[in-house]
């Protein structure tokens, strides 16, 4: 049976994204760990935030998530907390909103801390194309940024919509749905990701 091997390359905390602008030059903040702690640094090697935090992510749109004790909250590229740490975890901020998790249930927020939708999910993905994909009752759906639920949970797994497709999982194979929930390549591959520049790279049969 023919395989499509994957390879993916990750270089964790480039984004430009995490740029800011000083005048015209950008300056991009790196994730640096030192005996345990996190921080940030710029290109140059120079800490500009110090490692001060148990865990920390990329910064996305102005906010980076990092955790101090058990809790999870947001910082902003001085190093400020923005939004206190009160989250049993947290991912980055995406158009808009960041998915956070209240006890034992996911929810949104926005960059001042608001709660926008709810912590009701089992869990979340961020948002992406305006939808983003949420767990209830062990199945996965997808919800507008109102928290209107768009497409119906019925899948087994599901990924950020890219290219007006989503990756998901159902019958233990991968196809894509439009933004309608719609199919429109049949499940059939073992594993499957985003779309990009028109392409999108999936595998065929075990490894």
């Excluded at 996965?140 to 999982?169: C, H, Q």
């Amino acid at each position: 049976m023919k395989t499509v091997r994957i390879v993916s390359i990750l270089a964790f905390g480039f984004s430009l994204t995490q740029g800011w602008c000083l005048g015209k030059q950008a300056v991009i903040l790196y994730p640096v760990s030192m005996e345990g702690r996190k921080g940030f640094m710029n290109r140059d090697g120079t800490v500009i935030i110090n490692p001060q935090f148990l865990e920390a992510t990329p910064f996305s749109e102005g906010l980076a998530a990092v955790k101090t004790g058990d809790f999870w909250g947001f910082i902003d590229r001085l190093g400020r907390i923005v939004i206190p740490a009160r989250y049993n975890a947290a991912y980055s901020f995406s158009e808009g909103l960041a998915a956070v998790k209240d006890g034992n249930k996911w929810g949104y927020i926005d960059k001042r801390g608001k709660t926008v939708i709810a912590a009701q999910y089992e869990d979340a993905g961020s948002f992406s194309s305006g939808l983003a994909a949420v767990q209830m009752n062990a199945k996965w759906g997808y919800i507008s940024k109102s928290g209107k639920l768009v497409i119906a949970p019925s899948f087994d797994s599901a990924a950020p919509f890219a290219e007006r497709l989503a990756a998901v999982k159902t019958g233990g194979l991968w196809g894509y749905i439009n933004k309608t929930g719609e199919l429109l390549i049949e499940p059939q591959f073992t594993d499957a990701r985003i779309f990009s520049h028109g392409l999108a790279p999936v595998k065929i049969g075990a490894v």
